[in-house]
C-alpha cells in the first residue's frame, strides 16, 4: 500500500455537481480528497482485503446463528428482548440483506484487523462505488495514474445485480431523514441502483411515514408500504413509538431484523470468544469480563450502538486518554477491544473499508482523518490497483 499526490482533475467542483455529489465538501472542509491516491498491487488486493472479508463475513453469519440460540448473548447485546422472536424469525426466514461495510486497519505488513463491522447503515458508498471509479477512468485518461491501472470496485454491479434478484411486483420504498444530505444522496444512489435493476421504486423521508389500519405503514397518498429499504437504524426503529410493529413482520425491510447482531458492537467480543486469535480480529470484551490484553497494552472502549466514531475512547497503556471523540452515545453500554493504530502517511490515519453485496467482498473505500478516530466527516481517498 502506497500513497502519493496526483494532480486535482480540472474541473472538480463542477464534475461533483454534474453527478450530484452534494457533499464532496462538508461544513466547508475538503471531503472528497484525489490530491492524493492509494496504490495496491492485485496480490494484496486479493490476499489481504477480499479474502478475509469474504472468511470474516461467513464467520459474523456463523454469530448470529450462535447468538439467536442464547438468551444470554442477547441481554449482552443490549436487544430488547420484545424483539427476540421477531429477530429469529428474519434470521429463519432469511429475509434478505443487501450490503454492509468492514472497517480494517492495515499496515501493508500482516494481516487486517477488523474494527468493526457497518452491517446496517453504512454510509460512503456513492464515493466508493461510483465517484471512485469515475475518477478512476478520468486519472487514467488524464495520465495522473498509470493507463492500465484498475480499481477493486464492482460494488454498483453487485448492487444493481442483488436489487434484480429482490424484484417483486410491490413498489421498494426508499427512506432516510431530513435534513441529512449525505444520507440522501446514499439513498439516491441506492434507488438508481434499484431503477437500474428495473424495480419500480419510491422514496418518502422517515418523519412522513404514516401509520393505518392493522399497524401497516404508510406513504403519503396512503399507500400501503410493503418493502422498504431505510438508512436508519434498527435499534432507532425498535426504540421508536411504532417500533414494536416491527414484530407483526407486515413488511420487509432492507436492511433485516437480524443484521441488528451484526451492527452491534457487541459482535467483536462475540467474533473473538468463538474464534480466538484469529488473524483478523482484535481481542474484545464485554464490559464486566476480564481484560484479555496485557498489562500496559493499549485498548479502546466503543458504545455498543455507536456509529461514526461517536463517543468513541482510546487509552494508553497507563489508562491515559490517548483520543477520544463527543457523541450521543455515553449513556450506553459498551465493549472493550485492543488497541491497534491506523498507519500514519504524513499527518493523516488511514482506514480500510471493505465493502460486502450480498455475502460477498466486492470492493472498497479508503478514509483519511488527522485523529486516530475516524467519523463521518474523515476524508475519502481514491484507490487504484498497479503491479
Not at 442477547?74 to 422472536?85: F, G, H, K
Not at 428474519?90 to 429475509?95: A, G, K
Not at 451484526?262 to 481484560?291: C, M, T
Request: charged share 25%; with cysteine; net charge negative.
Amino acid at each position: 500500500m502506497l500513497r502519493h499526490a496526483v494532480p486535482v482533475r480540472p474541473g472538480l467542483e463542477r464534475t461533483a455537481h454534474d453527478h450530484g455529489f452534494n457533499f464532496h465538501i462538508i461544513d466547508n472542509e475538503i471531503y472528497w480528497d484525489e490530491s492524493r491516491a492509494y496504490r495496491f498491487t492485485l496480490k494484496q488486493i486479493e490476499e489481504q482485503i477480499e479474502k478475509p472479508t469474504n472468511e470474516l463475513h461467513a464467520m459474523c453469519l456463523d454469530v448470529v446463528d450462535r447468538a439467536l440460540r442464547n438468551e444470554a448473548m442477547l441481554e449482552q447485546l443490549a436487544i430488547p428482548e420484545l424483539y427476540w422472536d421477531a429477530i429469529a424469525r428474519s434470521w429463519q426466514e432469511n429475509d434478505p440483506s443487501l450490503y454492509g461495510r468492514m472497517d480494517f486497519v492495515w499496515c501493508g505488513k500482516g494481516p487486517v484487523k477488523l474494527l468493526e463491522y457497518n452491517a446496517d447503515t453504512p454510509t460512503s458508498l456513492y464515493e466508493s462505488a461510483y465517484f471512485q471509479w469515475l475518477w478512476l477512468e478520468e486519472a487514467r485518461a488524464h495520465r495522473f495514474i498509470p493507463r492500465n491501472a484498475d480499481q477493486y470496485n464492482a460494488i454498483q454491479e453487485k448492487l444493481i445485480a442483488r436489487f434484480a434478484e429482490l424484484k417483486s411486483a410491490d413498489p421498494l420504498y426508499f427512506c432516510c431523514c431530513k435534513e441529512t444530505e449525505e444520507d440522501r444522496g446514499t439513498v439516491l444512489y441506492l434507488e438508481d441502483c434499484a431503477v437500474q435493476a428495473g424495480l419500480n421504486t419510491r422514496f418518502i423521508y422517515m418523519e412522513d411515514l404514516g401509520l393505518g389500519v392493522g399497524g401497516l405503514l404508510t406513504d403519503l397518498q396512503d399507500n400501503v408500504i410493503r418493502q422498504a429499504f431505510k438508512l436508519y437504524p434498527l435499534e432507532w426503529m425498535m426504540r421508536d413509538e411504532n417500533g414494536p410493529l416491527l414484530r407483526k413482520r407486515h413488511g420487509r425491510w432492507i436492511e433485516p431484523l437480524w443484521k441488528s447482531i451484526l451492527s452491534n458492537k457487541g459482535l467483536l467480543p462475540l467474533l473473538w470468544r468463538f474464534f480466538p486469535g484469529h488473524p483478523n480480529l482484535l481481542p474484545a470484551w464485554f464490559d464486566g469480563e476480564a481484560a484479555i490484553v496485557a498489562p500496559g497494552e493499549s485498548y479502546v472502549r466503543k458504545p455498543l450502538f455507536s456509529r461514526e466514531g461517536g463517543n468513541v475512547t482510546i487509552f494508553d497503556g497507563q489508562h491515559r486518554v490517548l483520543d477520544q471523540q463527543g457523541g450521543v452515545y455515553g449513556a450506553e453500554p459498551v465493549i472493550w477491544q485492543a488497541f491497534q493504530p491506523l498507519p500514519r502517511f504524513g499527518d493523516s490515519y488511514t482506514l480500510i473499508g471493505s465493502w460486502v453485496v450480498d455475502d460477498e467482498a466486492v470492493g472498497m473505500g479508503i478514509r483519511e482523518d488527522s485523529t486516530l478516530i475516524t467519523k463521518d466527516t474523515s476524508r475519502f481517498v481514491p484507490h487504484y490497483i498497479a503491479g
